[in-house]
Nanobody, 121 residues
Framework: QVQLVESGGGLVQPGGSLRLSCAASGSIFNIDAMGWYRQAPGKQRELVATISSVGATNYADFVKGRFTISRDNAKNTVYLQMNSLKPEDTAVYYC???????????????WGQGTQVTVSS
């Protein structure tokens, strides 16, 4: 069994910063891509950023220059550093990872439980 535990969300003023973390634990043989998505009320879930197993990154246009995704493979953890936050960044943020549980298993996609980020004065 695999678990993803997120942390770091909260309330922040416009222009502020937050750092989200997502740690994977359990039966893990290998982790491929990791990423962050978000879903605002009444909207569809959207991609924020992804990072490959070798560190190649991809960002949605609306976060380029403000957010940075990184990972610590030794800790099976992905991070999202969010700077210059705007009210429109308010959403539930979900981490996502592609995990292989053993050499004989295919990769499967797992999701975190979500963490609320609210940007408001």
């Amino acid at each position: 069994q695999v678990q993803l535990v997120e942390s770091g969300g909260g309330l922040v003023q416009p222009g502020g910063s937050l750092r989200l973390s997502c740690a994977a634990s359990g039966s893990i043989f290998n982790i491929d891509a990791m990423g962050w998505y978000r879903q605002a009320p009444g909207k569809q879930r959207e991609l924020v950023a992804t990072i490959s197993s070798v560190g190649a990154t991809n960002y949605a246009d609306f976060v380029k220059g403000r957010f940075t995704i990184s990972r610590d493979n030794a800790k099976n953890t992905v991070y999202l550093q969010m700077n210059s936050l705007k009210p429109e960044d308010t959403a539930v943020y979900y981490c996502q990872t592609d995990i292989q549980r053993s050499i004989s298993y295919p990769y499967q996609r797992y999701w975190g439980q979500g963490t609320q980020v609210t940007v408001s004065s």
